[in-house]
C-alpha cells in the first residue's frame, strides 16, 4: 500500500478512536455543561473530518489509485 494511502486509513483509524472515547468522556462529563459542550463539539468536529477521510478513501478506491 503506497504510503498516502496508509496515511488516510491511519488518520481514519485515529479519529474514529477519537469519536469513540468522545461518548466515553460525554458520559463522565454529566453535570458540567462546558465539558459536555467542549466534548460535544469535538466530536462533532471529528464526525466531519471521519467524513472528509472517508470520502478521500472512496476517491482513491473509484480512480483505482488505492494500492
Known sequence: MKNHNHDLVHQLSETL???????????????CESCT???QKLKND??????LLV???????????FD
Not at 471529528?46 to 467524513?51: A, G, K, V
Open 55 to 65: 470520502a478521500e478513501i472512496k476517491k482513491h478506491i473509484d480512480e483505482g489509485r
Open 46 to 51: 471529528y464526525q466531519q473530518l471521519e467524513r
Open 17 to 31: 478512536d477519537s469519536i469513540w472515547r468522545f461518548d466515553s468522556y460525554l458520559k463522565t462529563a454529566e453535570g
Open 37 to 39: 459542550a467542549l466534548w
